[in-house]
Nanobody, 121 residues
Framework: VQLQASGGGSVQNGGSLTLSCTAS????????MAWYRQAPEKERELVAV???????KVSDFAKGRFAISRDNSKSTVALQMDSLKPEDTAVYLC????????????????WGRGTLVTVSS
C-alpha cells in the first residue's frame, strides 16, 4: 500500500492550498481517508476525515477554512485549505483505514510521507 501526497508549499497568511493524496495497492473506497498534521515539537493531530460513505468531519480548528473531499474512482482524497494562518504550518499526512469510535477517531495503519505546508505572516 502506498499513499502519495502532494500540494504542499509556502503561502502567505490568508492564502490557500489544496493537498491531494492518492492511494495505491488498496481498495480505498472501503476505508476512511483522513488528513493529519504535525507541527515541529507538537503532537500529530487530526485535521479532517472522509469515511467510506463520504461523510466528512473537520476538526474544530479547521472548520470554515478547510474542506475534505474524495474521489473514489481515483482513490484520492483532497484537502482544500483556505484562510491559512501561520499556526497551520506543519507536515500534513494522509492516512487510510482509520475508524470512529466513542472516544473519537483512531488512525489507520497506512500513512503517506507527508507534505510540508508553510504559512508566513
Amino acid at each position: 500500500v502506498q499513499l502519495q501526497a502532494s500540494g504542499g508549499g509556502s503561502v502567505q497568511n490568508g492564502g490557500s492550498l489544496t493537498l491531494s493524496c492518492t492511494a495505491s495497492g488498496i481498495d480505498a473506497d472501503n476505508y476512511a481517508m483522513a488528513w493529519y498534521r504535525q507541527a515541529p515539537e507538537k503532537e500529530r493531530e487530526l485535521v479532517a476525515v472522509s469515511n467510506a460513505r463520504g461523510t466528512t468531519k473537520v476538526s474544530d480548528f479547521a472548520k470554515g477554512r478547510f474542506a475534505i473531499s474524495r474521489d473514489n474512482s481515483k482513490s484520492t482524497v483532497a484537502l482544500q485549505m483556505d484562510s491559512l494562518k501561520p499556526e497551520d504550518t506543519a507536515v500534513y499526512l494522509c492516512n487510510v483505514g482509520g475508524y470512529w469510535h466513542r472516544s473519537g477517531f483512531t488512525s489507520g495503519s497506512y500513512w503517506g510521507r507527508g507534505t510540508l505546508v508553510t504559512v508566513s505572516s
